[in-house]
């Protein structure tokens, strides 16, 4: 009998833990932990997928992280990215165009992108405050617009510096340019620790952590404390005299810079500076893994960031690789999106799950 | 009366708890054929649980049902929704109208029970097909409008009619109904004008005629003597009286309202700690949906206890949402020689005002968040507590520490029942989600309080222990208090003065020690 009520007691333990930490991430990492074994045995080498995923998750956590603030205000999942990721993308061509290179390069792509961040992320947030309730979906437009006015200014803006316009025309800017002799592997590349196959970005891992920090440090504050309250209950908020557009405001402003960085981050590992419709692209992943993460609509840790980028990270860098060594064919491309959009979709389905 | 036949409706030993909240207990009357009966009570003495058994609402069955009888026309019968109660022939008109805008009164009073046509394509498809007999709907409406005696135009659009007619065609709706022999009228004549109310009372009596019989519930005294057969008046609970309307008078039915047993020995009656006024407040209009304030003008004595009293929807609960910046307000409010700033919730709180809201759960609570949090945060936001500071104040931390020992002396010292400090808000029951919003004010340690219905909703002892608290607060730290609270008794109980609203203005200030017939009286007496 003993044993039973032992057994029972293993089993509450068990059955909490899933409840904690939800069954789908428990599937999701149970499936990864499953490439990561297939990976040797069909023939690719696990440090270089370890390397991969470990890279890919380097270059995403911000943008997964700047999710974090306004879920903390009640304005949702940014899927306004696009909006962050032009004033990153601004930073970065006007950083090139006034001819800094190497890593002072990427210092002023930040500095530089900072300003357009505060005043583009200022407006959004002002008509965030006007639609209060439908934010998501305001946000989601919001991200189509500004991508699309952006890639006619991408062709009208007088940049000239060679590395950057169409070889032809001598204006407009390429759709994808490098950043080699600018800030390519600048953050990836310091302190970088190689074993065997197996490569770690430290720099970049360690930029990701000052952030993250900073963000958990904003959130122990007395406005960041503000900023919870007025994501769990407005009304409450008002009612203790916080002034709520203004720390929905701020919290937007934060979100929009964070993107820009993001998108900073992501191009020095990546090496290409992507412009036109690739804003577009880098909204519903970054939404995605955090949700993954065991966030909900309102509720978002530093924690859920880092587990919901390595897990999405690692699934769609994981599954086209260990597929193809499978069957012999060259079918990343197809499996890579199948499962990123796969992914996508089954996360913006928790998401109902999550709301209030 | 006639004996052989049985009365339309009876009640019997009709008992009702909420989770061992008892709301009523013994409830017996009987309703004869084309009579009419007035139901009064104060909010709360269990008028609409009632009538909610009688008509076989979900949440009784949902909440463990009821004991004792009803019988109608003498077969017990016993509703499991309101269908079954419509088919019995019960209708109700509640206060809420639930009319379709968009369509005439005809098609509003027939819906879905129209009159209909056969034609070649229902016989095909069914008769779902069926086309409408707009005239025959007509003549029924006609009929239904008739039989209330009142002339409304059936072919008017709803959103095009005045408030009155709306709720004639409510009631010609359930009077179309050919089965219907008992209507039960929930506050008809609230929204409307004193010629539109006098117009119903004249319907209710012709439907009486016709042999229909009428529950009629309303806060009017007036009108009940005017029209009713017969009065029960429900206090806690329980009818405390079932007479004829014609041996009774206004004065008696206030009296049986609101005077009970009183315990005196529960109260302390002191003299007014001081003479000085603290808060003055002049003119002061609030639109606040249902309960508009349109014209205070009050002054608050420094270190009392003033009661602000009045029944649903005068007022009442307009005055501190208003003051404290929730709704939009106009006027002059001074305190302590300043004048407060309308509309700017800040501002109050600086002057270290405080605010209990009624709605506990919308206004009051973080509800996803820790009972640490609920406690702290306001007295952590106005003013800096709670707060660790770091490289020479330049970042300033939570402090958490602090925030537990806080919460954890106000868990002891109200009672709060809880598993621990960082329990959600959300899983405490109503009286301890009450007790947790005290001690959120009570952390700001504010020189004056509002405090708006603190016992709503929440069972005996915990009601007690919050007047217990409040009062605690008042002579141990000196601090103003002004409770709403539609109870009149608990304000006599722990109020120095009360004042009492009424069509949204102050009808009068009286002591705490002045009968509760006087009080009755002011609280019916400018009711529009």
Not at chain 1, 179 to 206: M, N
Not at chain 1, 271 to 288: C, D, E, I, T, W
Request: glycine share 10%.
């Amino acid at each position: 009998m003993s044993e039973s009520v032992k057994r029972s007691g293993v089993q509450g333990k068990l059955r909490s833990f899933v409840q904690s930490f939800g069954l789908p991430r428990l599937i999701i990492a149970g499936f990864l932990l499953l490439l990561f074994i297939a990976a040797p045995m069909v023939g690719s080498d696990l440090g270089v997928q370890l390397t991969n995923t470990i890279n890919r998750f380097s270059w995403n956590a911000i943008l997964v992280l700047a999710m974090v603030p306004m879920v903390h205000s009640g304005c949702g999942l940014n899927f306004g990215l696009p909006l962050g990721i032009i004033s990153g993308l601004l930073g970065a061509t006007l950083s090139m165009e006034f001819g800094f290179s190497g890593p002072m390069s990427f210092v002023m792509a930040i500095v530089i992108s900072t300003p357009f961040a505060i005043l583009l992320g200022g407006g959004y947030g002002w008509l965030l405050n006007r639609i209060k309730g439908g934010e998501m979906m305001i946000a989601t437009y919001v991200g189509f617009s500004s991508v699309s006015f952006m890639c006619m200014m991408w062709l009208l803006l007088p940049y000239h510096s060679p590395n950057m316009v169409w070889g032809l025309a001598g204006k407009g800017l390429r759709t994808t340019i490098s950043v080699e002799g600018y800030y390519d592997k600048v953050l990836s590349s310091f302190l970088q620790i190689q074993i065997g196959t197996l490569v770690i970005p430290t720099g970049a891992l360690l930029f990701f952590a000052l952030l993250a920090f900073a963000m958990w440090a904003f959130l122990l504050t007395k406005t960041g404390t503000a900023m919870t309250a007025v994501g769990s209950n407005p009304t409450f908020a008002r009612a203790a005299g916080i002034d709520i557009d203004r720390i929905r405001m701020l919290s937007v402003v934060m979100s929009t810079w964070l993107a820009a960085v993001g998108i900073l981050v992501y191009e020095q590992g990546f090496g290409f500076v992507q412009l036109y419709m690739a804003p577009f692209n880098m909204a519903l992943p970054a939404v995605s893994a955090i949700l993954i993460g065991g966030a909900t609509v309102n509720k978002a840790t530093i924690m859920n960031v880092i587990i919901g980028t390595f897990l999405f990270q690692g699934i769609v860098t994981m599954t086209p690789t260990v597929m193809n060594n499978m069957i012999h064919m060259d079918m990343s491309e197809v499996i890579r999106i199948i499962v990123s959009n796969g992914m996508i979709l089954y996360a913006l389905t928790r998401k109902s799950e999550a709301s209030r | 009366m006639d004996d052989r036949k049985a009365p339309l409706l009876e009640m019997k030993n009709i008992r009702k708890d909420f989770f061992g909240n008892q709301v009523l207990e013994d409830i017996n009357f009987t309703l004869g054929e084309g009579k009419v009966l007035g139901l009064v009570g104060e909010n709360g003495a269990g008028k609409s649980t009632l009538m909610k058994i009688l008509f076989g609402m979900d949440v009784i069955r949902e909440t463990g049902g009821y004991s004792g009888d009803i019988l109608l026309s003498g077969e017990k019968v016993s509703f499991q929704t309101p269908f079954e109660a419509l088919a019995a022939g019960i209708g109700m008109v509640h206060q809420e109208f639930s009319l379709i805008p968009g369509f005439t009164a005809t098609e509003n009073i027939l819906l879905n029970r129209e009159p209909k046509k056969h034609s070649v394509l229902s016989d095909v498809f069914g008769d779902r097909l069926d086309t409408l007999n707009r005239d025959a709907m007509k003549k029924k409406a006609g009929d239904a409008i008739e039989k209330m005696g009142v002339m409304i135009d059936g072919s008017m659009v709803i959103s095009d009619m005045p408030v009155g007619h709306k709720q004639f065609t409510e009631i010609a709706r359930e009077l179309s109904k050919d089965q219907l022999k008992l209507l039960i009228l929930d506050e008809p004549t609230a929204v409307l004008t004193e010629h539109e109310a006098g117009a119903l009372l004249d319907s209710i009596r012709s439907m009486a005629e016709r042999g229909i019989s009428v529950i009629f519930i309303t806060h009017r005294l007036q009108e009940i003597l005017n029209v009713c057969d017969q009065v029960v008046v429900m206090r806690d609970g329980r009818v405390v009286q079932d007479v004829a309307a014609r041996d009774t008078n206004v004065q008696e039915i206030t009296h049986w309202m609101v005077g009970r047993d009183v315990q005196l020995s529960a109260r302390t009656f002191r003299e007014l700690p001081s003479q000085e006024t603290v808060m003055s407040i002049e003119r002061l209009w609030v639109d606040m949906p249902g309960e508009t304030v349109r014209d205070v003008t009050l002054d608050v004595k420094k270190g009392e206890i003033l009661g602000i009293g009045g029944l649903a929807g005068q007022g009442k609960l307009g005055i501190p949402n208003g003051i404290m910046g929730l709704y939009e307000a106009g006027g002059r409010v001074t305190f302590e020689g300043k004048e407060i700033p309308l509309n700017q919730p800040r501002r109050c709180l600086d002057a270290s005002l405080a605010f209990v809201s009624e709605d506990r759960r919308g206004v009051g609570l973080l509800l996803d968040e820790s009972l640490e949090w609920n406690v702290a945060f306001p007295a952590m936001q106005i003013q800096n507590k709670f707060l660790k500071k770091y490289l020479g104040g330049l970042i300033k931390w939570r402090d958490e520490k602090a925030i537990e020992e806080v919460t954890k002396k106000y868990i002891d010292e109200l009672q709060i029942r809880c598993t621990s400090s960082r329990q959600k808000a959300r899983e405490l029951s109503g009286g301890n989600q009450q007790k947790i919003c005290l001690a959120k004010t009570f952390a700001m340690e504010p020189r004056f309080l509002f405090v708006s219905e603190p016992t709503r909703g929440i069972d005996v002892g915990a009601k007690a222990l919050v007047l217990d608290a409040l009062k605690r607060f008042n002579r141990e730290s000196g601090v103003t208090i002004v409770m709403i609270s539609s109870e009149l008794e608990e304000l006599r109980q722990i109020c120095d003065r009360i004042a009492i609203v009424s069509g949204g203005s102050i009808a009068g200030i009286l002591p705490a020690s002045a009968s509760s017939e006087q009080l009755g009286e002011l609280m019916v007496s400018q009711v529009k």
